[in-house]
């Protein structure tokens, strides 16, 4: 089981390394295919594109096949496709490769997803958190290669090689160690429950909930992600490499919560960190954004990563034990289906800021995104209420009545 856990978190981290490994590159894929920022802007959207129509596909597919063969298929489909991204010699060439990497990582995301699912019931014990901090770990050190790499004079090619090259050897040597999930094919035989809740995913109001805690989460990341280091030059009137530590700041936060929260989330179920959560980003963006002082803006960033820090774990946690099943498999549906309405959050938080801020200022789009992201709070506790409406109804099971892990059971009393 340790060998499990070990594969699972290796994953989280090679996702978190090829993502973290590229966006860093931008201005020099701007200047290799001669764009400017709206160009390139669009080109971003092609990507988030193709997670939005792969990810539903993907949860099917784990389904089917099981998920260690969609972790292997994915990131060997993103480990070919990054160095195409230095080869791009046009905005459109880059939006198609864009749209294909969108399309591979976003089913390299599920399929991780529905395997540290599996790992954590299998754990009997929340471990999702851990699995993400290994994702937010990941990140942190793609961005930190990318820009020794930016340094040291490598080309975008060069560099996207090396890293495919390292990612894809790691995850050969660590997929024998992930189990993943059984493919329903194998087991010939579903729950009534479960075949229930197959065919009306989307007349599950709990799913469509947790979904768009999600998305709220994705467009609050998506705004420090994109927008943080022009808040604090444009508003705050910071040097670049300075502004350039505002999602350093807010990253690094997420990953100590992360952890962090592996201690306190058997007591504490899923419930009240996703409502302390929301509302302790929606403060911290608020802060950055309203208090014209470069300190708190920092500071402000660093609690808005602690308060998002447990969305997206404790969002796939809940949407797996949503399509369990009485023999412990189950889920990947579920997963696939938060996860589509959340990349939505991708998709449709960059160009909102941007209308905002073109027609009012960054900081008030960042305070609306603050709004927001605390109104997840009362997403979170619709859920609770979604959720016993579906035990009720037949569609989901009522997890009190048998062994599973904390934080899967959204209040624990």
Excluded: N
């Amino acid at each position: 089981m340790m060998k499990e856990r070990i594969a699972v978190f290796a994953i989280f981290v090679l996702s978190g390394v090829l993502s973290g490994s590229w966006t860093p590159r931008l201005p020099s894929l701007a200047e290799q295919v001669r764009a400017g920022p709206g160009a390139i802007g669009l080109a971003l959207l092609a990507m988030t594109l193709g997670m939005l129509i792969v990810a539903p596909l993907a949860g099917r597919l784990a389904e089917r096949l099981g998920a260690r063969a969609m972790v292997v298929v994915s990131t060997v489909l993103s480990c070919g496709l990054l160095p195409f991204l230095g080869l791009a010699d046009s905005v459109l060439g880059l939006g198609w490769v864009l749209l294909g990497l969108g399309a591979s990582v976003g089913a390299m995301e599920v399929s991780m997803s529905i395997s540290g699912v599996a790992a954590e019931r299998r754990a009997a014990r929340p471990i999702m958190m851990f699995f993400h901090a290994g994702f937010s770990i990941g990140g942190l050190a793609g961005s930190a290669l990318a820009g020794i790499a930016a340094a040291v004079g490598w080309s975008p090619v060069r560099h996207f090689t090396v890293v495919a090259v390292v990612v894809a050897i790691v995850l050969f040597a660590m997929i024998r160690g992930l189990s993943g999930t059984v493919a329903y094919a194998a087991t010939r035989e579903m729950s009534r429950e479960h075949l229930v809740s197959r065919g009306t995913l989307l007349r599950r109001p709990a799913l469509w909930l947790l979904g768009t805690i999600g998305l709220l989460a994705a467009i609050a990341e998506g705004a420090c992600a994109d927008w943080s280091a022009m808040l604090l030059v444009v508003e705050r009137g910071a040097r670049e490499e300075k502004a350039a530590l505002g999602y350093a700041v807010f990253s690094l936060a997420m990953v100590i919560t992360r952890l962090s929260l592996l201690l306190v989330q058997r007591r504490l179920g899923a419930k009240w960190p996703l409502v302390a959560g929301s509302l302790m980003a929606g403060c911290g963006l608020v802060v950055a954004a309203a208090v014209p002082v470069t300190g708190l803006t920092f500071a402000g960033f660093a609690v808005a990563g602690i308060g998002l820090a447990s969305s997206f774990p404790l969002v796939q946690t809940l949407a797996g034990a949503m399509g369990r099943r009485h023999d412990g498999g189950g889920g990947e549906r579920e997963i696939a289906f938060v996860s589509t309405i959340a990349y939505a959050g991708f998709l449709a938080g960059p160009p909102m800021i941007g209308v905002l801020a073109q027609l009012a200022s960054l900081s008030l789009a960042f305070v609306v995104v603050g709004a927001l992201t605390a109104s997840a709070a009362f997403v979170v506790l619709g859920v609770d209420r979604a959720r016993h409406r579906e035990i009720a109804a037949g569609f989901l099971q009522d997890e009190s009545a048998g062994s599973q892990p904390a934080g899967t059971v959204i209040e624990q009393g």
